[in-house]
């Protein structure tokens, strides 16, 4: 599962690793959680890469109410492809999640301790993501993404058995072209990311809290928990 991210580098970062062109500046975010504003690669109408702001959590373009509907904020990799909240996106709308990093806890409800899951040079990573456009009755539109998961590699085990699905530079053609790659060819490129990519430390208790935010979030933590 994947409940919260971050991206702390600036644009000029993300526009040379994703290779595009556009894109605003924005402050670092320490702690990303469902139902913010995030940053996705996707394509655009002319299929040019594009940097876009949607929220976080899918609401399916089929969708009477989605009020109704649980937070969609990630997806099976093994069954997105047939679920019906997904497979439109699976087929015709894939995108790219810039991050920095991701979390995980551990520990008993009223004592969880994260954890922040990144490289070792904290540099960037993609998850593999889903988007949609939904379109209200009274003429509103939102676009949304969820982030597509697969079973935690043996890095990540101990903290949870899923994580984000996560693309290397030379997979990020293959996957965003929907007219070429069917969405079983996509999903084999799904996979948990090799175990040494990535590495986990303990970090501050207070991101467990959505509302906090700061660079001192991500610092190695050993104190105790409150």
């Not at 995030?38 to 089929?62: K, N, T």
Request: aromatic share 8%; charged share 25%; hydrophobic share 40%.
């Amino acid at each position: 599962m994947c409940s919260r991210y971050n991206l702390t580098v600036q644009v000029e970062a993300v526009r040379a690793y994703f290779q595009v062109e556009n894109g605003e500046p924005y402050p670092p975010r320490y702690n990303i959680a469902p139902s913010q504003p995030v940053l996705i690669l996707r394509l655009d109408h002319a299929r040019e890469r594009e940097l876009a702001l949607v929220r976080w959590g899918l609401i399916p373009s089929w969708a009477k109410d989605p009020a109704r509907l649980s937070n969609l904020f990630n997806a099976r990799a093994e069954s997105a492809a047939e679920k019906a909240s997904f497979r439109g996106a699976m087929r015709h709308r894939r995108c790219l999640v810039p991050a920095n990093g991701f979390y995980e806890w551990t520990g008993k409800a009223g004592a969880r301790q994260p954890h922040l899951i990144r490289r070792p040079d904290s540099g960037l990573m993609a998850f593999a993501g889903l988007w949609e456009s939904w379109l209200g009755a009274d003429g509103s539109e939102i676009d949304t993404m969820a982030v597509l998961t697969v079973a935690a590699n043996s890095t990540l085990s101990s903290l949870h058995e899923r994580m984000p699905a996560i693309l290397q530079p030379a997979d990020f053609d293959a996957w965003l072209d929907t007219r070429g790659f069917s969405a079983e060819m996509a999903a084999e490129m799904l996979r948990p990311a090799p175990a040494d990519l990535l590495e986990h430390v303990t970090v501050d208790p207070r991101l467990s809290n959505a509302r906090n935010e700061g660079p001192e979030l991500i610092a190695p933590y050993r104190g105790t928990l409150l």
